[in-house]
């Protein structure tokens, strides 16, 4: 599918950007056949503004380029959806998003993610969690295992409700053993997105 530009009266397309990594709507702008061919050229996002049809790379002024990661349009060419990776504050009030939104997923791995990073951060003396840490990567790993053999015996019987409990306790110890390591949950996503394709 191609945009049809000549379905608006000033040549102009609604642009919708997306992270491309959290999916979070970042803003919304407009595009001419020049900016939407700059966007795909360059890597980077280019918008069209003004009365007299301006030509602006976004972020071009702070460093706060969006990197383009796809470009898709709609069924019938008349938008354009744009998945980029935001190199910083997204709009002019410097904030995640123009919608006042956090730019995260809604994803409770990603909370446990951030937590473990604080935790190992900032150890706090009353946290299981900093416990286990700061006895290092062999027994993160020891208690993954027992965890793992665990939900592997829950897997065999009837009760759903263990299984879920060991399963957390699973995902729990895995989610230490990335923030230990310092591998983050996006690259391990992003492995299992390229397997996807």
Same mark, same amino acid.
């Given at each position: 599918?191609k945009?049809?530009? +000549?379905?608006?009266?000033?040549?102009?397309?609604?642009?919708?950007?997306?992270?491309a990594s959290?999916?979070?709507?970042?803003?919304?702008?407009?595009?001419?056949?020049?900016?939407?061919?700059r966007?795909?050229?360059?890597?980077?996002?280019?918008?069209?503004?003004?009365?007299?049809?301006k030509?602006? &790379?976004?972020?071009? +002024?702070?460093g706060?380029?969006? +990197?383009?990661?796809?470009v898709?349009?709609?069924?019938?060419?008349?938008? %354009?959806?744009i998945?980029?990776?935001?190199?910083?504050?997204?709009?002019?009030?410097? %904030?995640?998003?123009c919608f006042?939104e956090?730019n995260?997923?809604?994803?409770a791995?990603?909370e446990?993610?951030g937590?473990?990073?604080?935790?190992?951060?900032?150890?706090?003396?009353?946290?299981?969690?900093?416990?286990?840490?700061?006895?290092g990567?062999?027994? /993160?790993?020891?208690?993954?295992?027992?965890e793992?053999?665990?939900l &592997? /015996?829950?897997?065999?019987?009837?009760?759903?409700?263990?299984?879920?409990?060991?399963?957390?306790?699973?995902?729990?110890?895995?989610?230490?053993?990335?923030?230990?390591?310092? /591998?983050?949950?996006?690259?391990v996503l992003? %492995?299992?997105?390229?397997?996807?394709?």
């Amino acid at each position: 599918m191609k945009i049809d530009f +000549s379905k608006h009266r000033d040549g102009l397309v609604p642009a919708i950007i997306q992270d491309a990594s959290t999916q979070r709507v970042l803003m919304h702008g407009f595009m001419n056949r020049k900016a939407l061919r700059r966007t795909k050229r360059d890597g980077k996002v280019v918008f069209c503004t003004g009365k007299k049809n301006k030509i602006v &790379v976004l972020g071009e +002024s702070t460093g706060d380029y969006f +990197s383009v990661e796809d470009v898709l349009f709609d069924h019938v060419g008349s938008a %354009v959806l744009i998945k980029a990776k935001p190199n910083g504050k997204v709009c002019k009030r410097r %904030v995640k998003t123009c919608f006042n939104e956090k730019n995260e997923r809604d994803n409770a791995l990603v909370e446990l993610e951030g937590f473990a990073e604080a935790r190992k951060k900032k150890p706090s003396k009353s946290s299981p969690t900093s416990k286990i840490q700061q006895r290092g990567m062999n027994q /993160i790993a020891k208690k993954l295992g027992e965890e793992a053999v665990e939900l &592997v /015996i829950e897997a065999r019987d009837a009760d759903d409700e263990n299984f879920k409990l060991e399963a957390a306790d699973v995902l729990y110890y895995f989610m230490l053993m990335m923030v230990q390591r310092g /591998i983050k949950l996006e690259e391990v996503l992003e %492995v299992l997105g390229n397997r996807r394709r």
